[in-house]
């Protein structure tokens, strides 16, 4: 059973704003645009994991997606952990297209490229020893039934994907490709049969980690060392991209393709709050949303029923409560894709 269910990353989903408001003649644009393409396909491969465990029996394991957790402020994020009552299964997903050669000699993962060209990764298994390694020591801080750790890589299944091995005594037993999956969960249910906790306790021991997933603080633009100097803010036009689109009598109407818009400063105003910080006044709003008074502002920031604090031009209006504004962005997001 699912008690944490998959969601697209929030380094994603910034990345994706980042490049609404980003000019493409700017010099990081091509290394966003690159790091995007690597992060989709990253969240394509969780996404296939996450639909292969959704076949598991429901009353066997306790499934967490995406559990990002902190252990003395060194933060370790698992695509997907399977909670049993003999063992811990933690399985980390790869989409990685190419010929992949595991080289045993030194613990690398390398890539043939089509133009004959080569690209060396961090071999995953030593990635996935790590995170058992935290994940044993994040249990044992926090007292709990310590129960075996085993780890699987998976692969989205593709004809574009091949897999092989270089060296001698190579071990493969710990990675799998497509449906390979499950056959790779009865060997680690092979490799553990104790029970050691009762349900009960096992369900505890889930919800107690879903209560302690803590996602890293990200500032995206400090990671690409831009400031809000660098960007071209404003309302983005959801027919054609266009930035900024016209207030006109309570209406967004866009310059290049006429279309008109009603909300579409609720977005603006929400990727504000995700990518500069999580208030605004009404000075900044007028500004990134092109409006042309400060009554009309207020009119719009009024309409939005925001948290406040403060009175008149001292005021400060608060990023929604809760996760309002993250739905809202994942939302935009999928119907873009």
């Not at 076949?55 to 997606?65: D, G, T, V």
């Not at 990518?275 to 006044?281: E, F, M, S, W």
């Not at 009404?282 to 719009?300: A, F």
């Not at 406040?308 to 809760?322: E, F, N, P, V």
Request: contains cysteine; positive net charge; charged residues 25%.
């Amino acid at each position: 059973m699912a008690i944490k269910e998959l969601t697209l990353p929030q380094r994603l989903i910034l990345t994706e704003i980042l490049k609404k408001y980003l000019n493409r003649s700017h010099s990081k644009y091509p290394i966003l645009e690159k790091d995007l393409a690597k992060r989709w396909a990253g969240y394509w491969g969780e996404l296939a994991l996450a639909n292969y465990v959704k076949e598991l029996p429901q009353e066997k394991y306790l499934i967490l997606h995406d559990l990002q957790l902190n252990l003395n402020d060194i933060y370790f994020q698992i695509d997907t952990l399977l909670i049993s009552q003999t063992h811990i299964l933690i399985i980390e997903a790869k989409n990685i297209i190419g010929t992949l050669y595991f080289d045993h000699v030194f613990n690398q993962l390398i890539r043939n490229n089509l133009d004959g060209t080569e690209e060396s990764f961090e071999d995953p298994r030593t990635q996935c020893r790590r995170l058992q390694s935290l994940l044993a020591r994040w249990l044992i801080q926090h007292k709990l039934i310590f129960l075996p750790i085993d780890y699987l890589v998976f692969f989205k299944s593709t004809n574009k994907t091949i897999l092989k091995a270089t060296g001698t005594n190579t071990d493969t037993t710990r990675i799998c490709k497509g449906r390979d999956l499950f056959n790779k969960i009865e060997d680690s249910e092979k490799r553990y049969k104790q029970v050691r906790i009762q349900p009960e306790k096992l369900n505890e021991i889930a919800h107690f980690l879903l209560s302690k997933h803590n996602p890293k603080p990200i500032d995206i633009l400090k990671e690409y060392d831009l400031t809000e100097t660098d960007l071209h803010y404003g309302v983005q036009c959801p027919s054609c991209t266009h930035v900024p689109m016209n207030y006109q009598r309570g209406t967004w109407i866009c310059p290049k393709c006429s279309k008109p818009f009603k909300t579409g400063h609720i977005e603006a105003i929400n990727n504000y709050f995700l990518l500069i910080k999580p208030t605004i006044t009404n000075h900044e709003c007028q500004t990134i949303l092109h409006l042309p008074t400060s009554d009309i502002t207020r009119k719009v920031l009024i309409s939005l029923k925001l948290p406040t604090t403060g009175h008149t031009k001292k005021r400060l209006y608060h990023q929604w409560s809760g996760s309002k504004s993250y739905l809202i962005t994942e939302e935009t997001i999928r119907k873009e894709r």
